[in-house]
């Protein structure tokens, strides 16, 4: 069975840029979840959709990011435009109702 | 607000030595406890977990107690390997409620030397 899958791996954008992250969690998992470690620091929540549905949005830093989860399949997040303390990593993690998370690799972004 | 807090590290060892990472949290309820491990390059593996107290998550050879008394859910192994380098992170989630997510610590960074 494939695990939770995160694209790109890795992205290096300017201030100002647009940047999307994509994550497909394994399927059959209605909860998506997306975290964020910056700098070294603890990992974050984000947000939380079940199926196609917002759940959990407070952890989102503010209107710069948007997520989607069209289908309640795969979701993305967008960052626009970017700024320099948006570098970080980016962390996705999928679950069954009320189940261990399983989290994908990640994708390390970074703004100049 | 929920919160954990972890030995800061970096961590570094020789093979075979006993290792102990710190781990306590705060919390209005009763939350499942977790460990969760990051090898080079892969994403954060769940480790082990405790979901009341005084259980005792176990795997690899790692072990931890959820001790509510101490709000503390320390990490141990007695002997490490040079392939448990890695990052490990401590978190929680409450066990009911709307709040699904994980609230982690800051994470420990462990190299172990051959």
């Known amino acids: 069975e494939a695990g939770v899958t995160q694209f790109p791996s890795h992205s290096v954008i300017e201030k100002g840029q647009t940047v999307t992250l994509r994550c497909d969690p394994i399927?059959?998992?209605?909860?998506l979840y997306w975290y964020r470690r910056v700098m070294g620091k603890e990992i974050k929540f984000l947000l939380h959709f079940v199926k196609e549905s917002k759940q959990d949005e407070s952890g989102m830093p503010n209107n710069r990011f948007l997520a989607e989860r069209t289908g309640g399949t795969y979701s993305t997040l967008k960052v626009q435009p970017a700024e320099l303390e948006d570098s970080g990593v980016y962390f996705c993690?999928?679950?069954?109702?009320?189940?261990?998370?399983?989290f994908g690799p990640g994708t390390r972004l970074t703004v100049l | 607000g929920d919160s954990v807090t972890q030995m800061e590290g970096p961590v570094t060892l020789s093979e075979e030595a006993f290792l102990t990472i710190n781990c306590t949290y705060t919390?209005?309820?009763?939350?499942?406890l977790f460990w969760y491990v990051q090898y080079p390059g892969e994403g954060l593996q769940l480790l082990l977990k405790?979901?009341?107290?005084?259980d005792k998550g176990s795997n690899k050879g790692f072990e931890a107690t959820y001790r509510k008394e101490t709000t503390s859910f320390h990490l141990e192994k007695g002997s490490v390997q040079v392939s448990d380098s890695a990052v490990y992170f401590c978190?929680?989630?409450?066990?009911?409620?709307?709040?699904?997510?994980?609230?982690f610590g800051s994470g420990t960074q462990l190299t172990v030397l051959p």
């Open positions: 405790a979901t009341k107290a005084d």
């Open positions: 399927s059959g998992h209605d909860n």
């Open positions: 978190a929680l989630r409450m066990a009911s409620g709307s709040a699904r997510q994980l609230t």
């Open positions: 919390a209005t309820g009763y939350p499942s």
């Open positions: 993690a999928s679950s069954p109702l009320g189940n261990t998370q399983y």
